[in-house]
């Protein structure tokens, strides 16, 4: 049996913007990400003094293909997973169709 799996990096980047409120400064985060990445995650914070700072977190969206073979789905799966490169996470697992 083949398996196929598309994987993603896990590395992820740091963004930082500071506004009057959190709308605003998610949208200077969101203006900063670069293009071929992804926004995470984002999370606000008010210091004292009154002004939102928000740090976002960008990670590449780019998708790599892997394939696995094993003598049924659970050894074929085991194999996929070892095959999946350092820096990156098994996104999703389909059964090869023979053409």
């Known amino acids: 049996m ?23 400064a998610r949208a200077l985060i969101e203006a900063q990400v670069p293009e071929g990445y ?3 995650q984002v999370h606000n914070s008010m210091p004292r003094g009154g ?4 740090k976002g977190l960008v990670r590449a969206s ?7 073979e094993g003598s049924d789905y659970f050894t074929a799966r ?10 990156r996470r098994l996104v999703t697992i389909v059964v090869a169709q023979d053409a």
């Open 2 to 24: 083949k398996l196929r799996g598309l994987t993603q990096s896990i590395e992820t980047s740091e963004l930082t913007a500071e506004a009057d409120d959190a709308g605003s």
């Open 38 to 40: 992804e926004l995470v």
């Open 51 to 54: 002004r939102v700072i928000a």
């Open 62 to 68: 780019a998708i790599e293909e892997i394939e696995a």
């Open 78 to 87: 085991e194999a996929l997973k070892a095959a999946v490169p350092e820096g």
